[in-house]
């Protein structure tokens, strides 16, 4: 079992949520409103009046061969505009209660 | 859930939502009334009280003064006039606003019955009425008659007065020059002394045989009979044969001691409308009645009425104040329509593409919508201000729409759902559209607050500014983006544009345009010295210049009608008075094709009923309604036309006085300077106001000079010889009664016929009454039922006396009042009051100058304070938004620079500075700052983004011109046909709108260069280099 942490522009919420029941992943966590940049690209996300945009972020516990199918729909939907901003993050799930 | 949110999820609620609030508001807009101008008018309940053949100082002591005295307590009470003259007196009370009308009325009249013990007995029962006599009559018609002449009074009061009475906010009704049947009994004195009877005797056997009397019941057989004594005259002829009484055994006829006339009351007055026979109708509105509404419902009735009438009757209308009221709000409405067209245009011209001109458009019907609901529970009217007030408007509410609307299209166009766009977008800028609109109502709302006169004005166009900017906001914030997420589509980028497309005709245009500034604004950024040289000296030239601006209270309107009043020499026979008249008519027919209709009135009514409340008449005084084509199809205003007037009628040598007032029906239209002398001596106080007018003439560019007071007139006086009149047993009242009734007559009884009432007035005959000799030849009767001569009781002396005493504050007034020509009234009234200040005033008199000019004066101050207000507003709106006291500095750098627009764009135009213009004036602070916010904003926002100074400057200069050209040219483009509009009532609104323009062009060009430059002089160290800024506050890590 893997964690991923997706860090995500909020205007792709929808699509997040579509590509989750598109790939049957059933549970995960969600917060609104968070904010952060980028460590490379892209503008940040503060929701400032500098910096208005801000993000959403998502994390889903799932089975290690759903992993790739998930990094590839991020990075699909990241492709549409590299502007907007989406970026995924994988961990080792040591336990699960 | 914020609004913007539910508003994009829930797209059919939001809908019904507006369409609720349209709905609403198309309801108020038919229900609304017109008007010129919002209500101005105070409250104002006049009491007129006739006292036939008493002079004007036995009016106001005996009248006047007891009823100013008794009223004066009355509640909300503002002020009191009055104009005591022969015959009769006016009391007008003006109430403080919003007073119930109905309810002074009734403390009016419970005051006047406490009045009532103090006013002769002769006198007539004061009458009430809700309107202000200086007010305009709203309707007034010209009635010719041929065969139906003599009838004509009884015919129209009762066929047409009567009914339209009836209609709700008419004030009165009157007729000028109306033929009043009379019978008339005048006696031979010498006859009746000879029969030793005395005048009164015979009008009481007149009252005494005029009658039909019940006597009872009469049981005969079955029947009760009524019994009656059939008594009552049955034609005038019958009052001729009436026997008096028998001297010597013989039967004496009224027949032997008088004449019997029964035929139209003598006049002195000729009605000639357009050189025929005829009377005048004048219909006053209640003050406080919607003269359109009013109007229009007479028109109709009338239309009905009229059929009544026989048909050599004929009804043609003078003037109908209401025409210009409906003509100047239709040409406003569809000023307004281009107005809308142009900024739809100008949108579309930015945003080059439909379906997001439509979504921005739409805010404007709504916006303005809203304000109809406003003025319809205010209980307001659709008037020159509140439409002047949409026009401002127009331009302003598609601001937040547009701003909304641009980053939804950014994130859709970086692939955004346009739902998720419109939401997230939304939530980017929403707080930043509040802050813009606030300084906007920092400068709108504070215009609410105003009292006074020019708060009337203010108060409206600051609800409906802010109302309408309020309402664009939430539109914005919740309309726009759901619309926005239903019809944005993610356009496709056309590989080859058409040649004629947007992208290949406009884009290429306002890319040069960017350029072009960005250049520019780099050269000014390096040569700041020169930029700041310049604009001080914009500065200088443009105080220099307002220096010659000419200034008003309120803008002239050209209402196609004027008045002139001409006098001959006091005293003039009738038939010379219709002499003149007919000349001046056939001046101006031959003269002016301009001319429509002309109704003249000459001399004056014998007994001065009540008509003589509203045009001051007399024998030698011609009074003229002229009534012109309107003015789009006349090349000649008003103004030049009255000039060329005025030189034709001083050629006349035998017209000794001629005024031609050009001023129409409103209150607001005034631009006279009037200067008021207080003082009780009228010999002194008519020297003095004759000595300020002979001042005045010498002034250039005076007009109209008025003295209020009339011309003494001559009058006749009984100075009794208290011992002789003693030693004879009489006393002053019963001397002063008896001459009464042989000069001027009393009503014995009425005469009726066909189920009308006519009045059998008993009198000398004129020969016993029409010299000195004759009257001192007057027989009184003694106790002792002997007679004695008037002559032998004192002396008859000739006097002169003023025919009107006016009174302000229950003190005796002298107005002496002009208008300007070709100069501003504010130049007319410095010159009039230098002029007054070199005569020596007596202690006792006190001089006030005022009229317009006092109200222009009070607009100007409150204008100032509002500007004041404003800015300190403004201020306080922009420090809390930039959280820094200096950018408001940068930002209202800009403001100066609009007014030196207004002043220039005034001068140009050679337009005066008006209260209206002054208004465009300080709605500039609100809409420059707006400009200047957008574009400092963003530099900053660069600034925190990183870049350098500069960089940041020229970076945002260039991403904000467009947004910053679009909203100044709505705006622009939303005044232009408000401020090049001709015809009727465009002399109101345009200044504002050349003002507006002016301001905002000039402002537009110097706030994208001055501002970035002053941006950049008040950058510190500090702010050049942010990071080190921060680097020295966190030591630590060092």
């Given at each position: ?24 992943i059933k ?6 409103n ?13 929701g400032?009046?500098t ?6 972020a ?11 199918e ?28 | 859930?914020?609004?913007y949110?539910s ?7 939001t ?33 007129i009280?006739?006292?036939?053949g ?17 009223v ?13 003259r ?17 309810e ?8 006047l ?5 103090q ?26 008659a ?20 009836r ?8 007729l000028i ?17 000879a ?26 057989g ?27 055994d ?16 003598e ?16 219909v ?11 109007s229009?419902?007479l ?5 009905v009425?009229?059929q009544n009438?026989?048909?050599?009757v ?21 000023t ?17 593409r ?16 809203v304000?109809?609901?406003?003025l319809?529970i ?11 007030a ?8 598609v ?10 299209t ?24 509040i802050?813009t609109t ?10 609410t607050?105003?009292s ?9 166009l600051?609800?409906i ?9 939430l ?7 759901m619309?926005?997420s ?12 058409g ?18 500034y960005v ?10 010295k ?9 500065l ?9 601006l000419q200034?008003e ?24 008075t ?10 101006l ?18 007994e ?5 409340v509203?045009?001051?008449s ?22 030049v ?5 005025r ?5 006349i ?8 007032s ?10 006279n ?38 011309d ?5 006086r ?17 001397i ?6 042989r ?13 009308e ?29 002997e007679f ?12 002169y ?14 107005k ?5 020509y ?6 007319l ?38 500007l ?12 809390s ?26 001068l ?17 602070v ?20 990183g ?6 400057i020229?970076?945002s200069?260039k ?11 709505t ?5 232009l ?10 002399e ?6 050349i ?31 942010k990071?080190?800024?921060?680097r020295?506050k ?5």
């Open positions: 079992m893997k964690s991923v942490f997706i860090a995500y522009n909020q205007a792709h919420t929808e699509r997040i949520n579509f590509i989750f029941d598109r790939l049957k549970g995960y966590t969600q917060w609104d968070v904010s952060g940049r980028g460590s490379e690209t892209g503008e940040p996300h503060l400032t009046h910096w208005p945009e801000q993000n959403s998502v994390l889903t516990i799932v089975e290690d061969e759903q992993v790739q998930l990094l590839e729909a991020v990075k699909k939907l990241d492709e549409i505009n590299k502007d907007v901003g989406i970026r995924a993050f994988v961990w080792n799930i040591e336990q699960v209660y | 859930m914020s609004i949110g508003a994009v999820k829930k797209p059919i609620t809908m019904m939502v507006f369409i609720a609030v349209i709905v609403f508001g198309l309801y108020s807009l038919f229900q609304l009334p017109v008007d010129l101008y919002p209500e101005i008018e105070f409250p104002a309940i006049t009491v009280t006739a006292y036939p008493a002079s004007a100082n036995d009016i106001e002591i005996n009248i006047t003064q007891p009823i100013e005295d008794a004066n307590t009355v509640d909300d009470l503002k002020e009191i006039t009055s104009v005591s022969d015959n009769i007196s006016m009391v007008t009370m003006e109430f403080e606003y919003e007073t119930d009308l109905s002074a009325a009734n403390n009016v009249r419970d005051a019955e406490i009045a009532k013990n006013i002769p007995d002769e006198a007539e029962d004061p009458m009430i009425f809700k309107f202000n006599i200086s007010m305009f009559p709203i309707q007034m018609f010209a009635i010719t041929e065969a139906s002449y003599e009838g004509l009074e009884k015919m129209l009061e009762e066929k047409i007065i009567n009914p339209l009475n209609v709700d906010g008419i004030g009165s009704i009157r020059g109306a033929p009043t049947r009379e019978v008339a009994v005048e006696l031979d004195p010498r006859r009746l002394e029969y030793n009877m005395t005048i009164e005797q015979i009008g009481g056997i007149l009252a005494a045989e005029n009658r039909n009397t019940p006597t009872g019941k009469v049981e005969m079955e029947i009760d009979y009524a019994m009656r004594v059939q008594g009552e005259f049955n034609n005038s002829d019958e009052i001729a044969n009436t026997i008096i009484g028998s001297f010597n013989q039967v004496v006829y009224l027949k032997d001691v008088a004449t019997v006339r029964d035929s139209i009351k006049m002195t007055k000729d009605e000639k409308i357009n050189g025929k026979d005829g009377v005048r109708m004048m006053m509105k209640q003050s406080g009645a919607n003269t359109v509404t009013v229009k419902e028109t109709k009735r009338l239309e009425l009229k009438l026989p048909g050599d004929e009804m043609s209308l003078i003037f109908d104040s209401s025409e210009f009221i409906t003509s100047s709000i239709n040409n406003l409405s569809q307004l329509m281009y107005a809308l067209i142009f900024v739809v245009l100008v949108v579309l011209f930015f945003l080059g439909w379906r997001a001109t439509f979504i921005i458009v739409i805010t404007i019907p709504i916006s303005l919508i304000s109809f609901i406003y319809q205010s209980g307001s009217s659709i008037n020159i201000i509140s439409l002047s949409l026009a401002i408007a127009i331009g302003m509410v601001d937040d729409a547009i701003v909304v609307l641009e980053n939804i950014k994130h859709i166009e970086r692939g955004s759902s346009p739902r998720e766009a419109a939401i997230y977008a939304t939530n980017e800028v929403w707080l930043a559209v802050v606030l300084t906007i109502v920092a400068v709108f709302f504070p215009m607050f105003i006074g006169m020019t708060g009337i004005l203010f108060r409206q600051g609800w500014v802010t109302i309408t900017v309020v309402t664009s906001t539109v914005a914030i919740t309309l726009t983006p619309l926005s239903k019809m944005l589509r993610l356009r496709e980028k056309k590989a080859k544009p040649r004629w497309s947007y992208d290949r005709t406009i884009i290429p245009l306002l890319d040069k345009l960017d350029d072009f250049k520019s604004l780099s050269w000014s950024l390096t040569h700041k020169v930029i700041i040289l310049v604009s001080t000296l914009i200088g030239v443009s105080v220099f210049l307002a220096t010659k200034t209270f309120m803008p002239q309107t050209d209402e196609s009608r004027f008045s002139i009043k001409i006098e001959l020499q006091s005293g003039t026979r009738v038939d010379k219709i002499e003149i008249a007919r000349q001046v008519d056939k001046i027919l031959t003269n002016f094709p301009e001319i429509e209709l002309i109704a003249t009135s000459s001399g004056a009514d014998e001065g009923g009540i008509s003589s509203f045009e001051s007399g024998s030698g005084i011609i009074n003229y309604s002229v009534r012109l084509v309107d003015p789009e199809d006349r090349d000649k205003s008003i103004w036309i009255a000039e060329e007037v030189l034709l009628i001083k050629d040598p035998e017209i000794i006085k001629y005024n031609v050009t001023s129409g029906g409103s209150m607001m239209g005034g631009n300077v009037d200067v008021e002398i207080y003082g009780y001596d009228i010999d002194q106080t008519t020297m003095l106001a004759n000595q300020i007018a002979d001042s005045i003439r010498l002034i250039k560019g005076a007009r109209e000079i008025k003295i209020s007071r009339e003494e007139k001559p009058e006749l009984m100075e009794i010889d208290r011992e002789k009149m003693a030693a004879n047993g009489m006393n002053t009242t019963a002063s009664s008896a001459l009464y009734n000069i001027e007559g009393f009503t014995a009884t009425k005469f009726r016929e066909l189920g009432e006519y009045d059998v007035v008993v009198r000398f005959k004129k020969e016993y009454r029409n010299s000195i000799s004759a009257i001192e030849n007057i027989a009184l009767q003694k106790p002792s039922g004695v001569r008037l002559g032998e009781l004192g002396e008859v002396k000739e006097y006396s003023p025919p009107n005493i006016e009174r302000k504050r229950r003190e005796r007034v002298v002496v009042s002009s208008v300007p070709g100069v501003s009234m504010g130049s009234a410095a010159e009039i009051q230098k002029a007054i200040n070199k005569i020596d005033l007596p202690r006792e008199v006190m001089i006030e100058v005022g009229g317009a000019y006092e109200d222009q004066q009070e607009g100007f101050m409150d204008l100032a304070m509002l004041g207000l404003s800015l300190i507003l403004v201020y306080l709106v922009m420090a938004q930039f959280e820094s006291l200096k950018m408001p500095f940068i930002i209202m750098f800009s403001i100066p620079f609009a007014f030196s627009g207004v002043i220039i764009a005034l140009i135009t050679n337009t005066t500075l008006s209260i209206i213009a002054g208004v465009g004036a300080v709605m500039l609100g809409i420059v700052v707006k400009n200047a916010i957008v574009l400092v904003d963003y530099i900053n926002l660069m600034r925190d983004r870049y350098e100074l500069s960089e940041a020229k970076l200069g991403s904000r011109l467009r947004p910053v050209l679009m909203t100044a040219l705006t622009i483009l939303g005044m046909p408000l401020a090049i509009s001709t015809g009727e009532g465009s109101v609104w345009s200044p504002m709108g003002s507006v323009i002016g301001g905002l062009v000039a402002s537009t060009v110097i706030t994208m260069i001055i501002v970035p430059v002053i941006y950049m002089l008040f950058a510190k160290k500090g702010e050049r280099n990071e080190e800024l921060v020295s966190f030591k630590f890590l060092d």
